[in-house]
């Protein structure tokens, strides 16, 4: 499974951004998927995810309100669409797929990754 992040950048805080996530290689809909993102000195944080059929999504509490995860089974993309950005939302955002019904959090539990979009907020 191949996945290609697009869609960071430079904006300024309370400006928006989609970012997208390409996936090629496998059966988009057998995958639950997955935005990450790690900041500089910090851990990789779960940002969001959406199960396989789009029914169930998670949202980290610090973008709640804010982002919006979604996936269109027929371009094989998952999007975060992300609003009101502040700049504590700076870092490395990643794309991650598993082949499983249900959402988990946890990095380890992912099988594929995207290389990373960068987006940085200013204040």
């Known amino acids: 499974v191949l996945l290609v992040e697009s869609g960071g950048g430079l904006v300024q805080a309370g400006d928006s951004l989609r970012l997208s996530c390409a996936v090629s290689g496998r059966t988009f809909s057998d995958y639950t998927m997955a935005w990450f993102r790690q900041a500089p000195g910090k851990e990789r944080e779960s940002v969001a995810a959406?199960?396989?059929?789009?029914?169930?999504?998670f949202y980290a509490e610090s973008v709640k309100g804010r982002f919006a995860i979604s996936r269109d089974v027929a371009k094989n993309t998952v999007y975060l669409q992300m609003a009101s950005l502040k700049p504590e939302d700076t870092a490395v955002y990643y794309c991650a797929a598993v082949n499983r019904g249900f959402i988990n959090t946890q990095s380890s539990s992912y099988t594929y990754w995207g290389q990373g979009t960068q987006v940085t907020v200013s204040s």
């Open positions: 959406i199960n396989r059929s789009g029914g169930a999504t």
